[in-house]
């Protein structure tokens, strides 16, 4: 079936520095990626997504990159600060049959003051 | 406000009792979806629906069940609890499966089957 998977698992960087997920999928449909930012004990949050006729997308100090052909994609965070700490999540969808949204199985990072 | 609620937040059964849990959303979304959260795992999708009276298995369907009679509800139903099915769960909706694709996520109930 399709998956998703995530790296690395953890990720401690000092504050300023840049931080990378990385995600691959296995759905070579899958049109729609998402990532989800979840802090300690809330629910999670859509921080950016893109789509599979664009190959990049930034807001502020988050990014995203997608490589259709390679079928991954990640999330960029630059002068990573303190408050950026949380579970991070990708995500992959199609949206032209099925409809389910398969997420990776998260990136714990740590920003150090 | 709009939101996604969730009720209850917290609940410790025993095994075998049935349970629901209760998910509203006020955004008259057309899409919702249950997950559940376990570490090292991820989110996983329990079951997912596109509009009123349609429902569909996500990767994690066995031991629950779901029904959408209404558009702002979609409860998820434990007919028989089992200590496997201890975890975080969600539920999210979004406008429709299309565009814009955003899922808003409700509180979590955390679930103990003992």
């Known amino acids: 079936g399709e998956n998703v998977e995530q790296h690395p698992s953890t990720l401690s960087v000092q504050e300023g520095d840049s931080a990378v997920i990385k995600c691959t999928y296995s759905?070579?449909?899958?049109?729609?990626f998402p990532w989800y930012k979840q802090e300690l004990g809330k629910r999670p949050q859509l921080i950016i997504d893109?789509?599979?006729?664009?190959g990049e997308k930034k807001d502020q100090r988050i990014a995203v990159t997608l490589n259709k052909t390679a079928k991954h994609f990640s999330l960029h965070i630059t002068e990573t600060q303190p408050e950026d700490s949380a579970v991070y999540f990708c995500?992959?969808?199609?949206?032209?049959?099925?409809?389910?949204?398969?997420f990776g199985s998260g990136t714990r990072l740590l920003v150090r003051p | 406000e709009a939101q996604v609620t969730q009720n209850p937040r917290y609940l410790i059964t025993v095994t075998g009792k049935k349970l629901t849990v209760t998910c509203s959303q006020n955004?008259?979304?057309?899409?919702m979806s249950w997950y559940r959260q376990d570490p090292g795992l991820g989110l996983r999708q329990i079951y997912y629906?596109?509009?009123?009276?349609?429902?569909d298995k996500g990767d994690v369907p066995e031991g629950y069940k779901v029904s959408r009679k209404e558009k702002r509800n979609f409860p998820l139903i434990l007919e028989s609890p089992s200590p496997n099915q201890t975890s975080l769960y969600f539920c999210?909706?979004?406008?429709?499966?299309?565009?814009?694709?955003?899922?808003?996520f409700g509180p979590g109930t955390r679930l103990t089957v003992t």
């Open positions: 999210a909706s979004s406008r429709n499966v299309v565009s814009p694709y955003e899922q808003y």
């Open positions: 759905d070579s449909a899958s049109n729609y």
């Open positions: 995500a992959a969808s199609r949206t032209d049959s099925s409809y389910k949204l398969i």
């Open positions: 893109i789509r599979s006729n664009v």
């Open positions: 629906s596109m509009n009123v009276e349609v429902t």
């Open positions: 955004m008259n979304h057309e899409y």
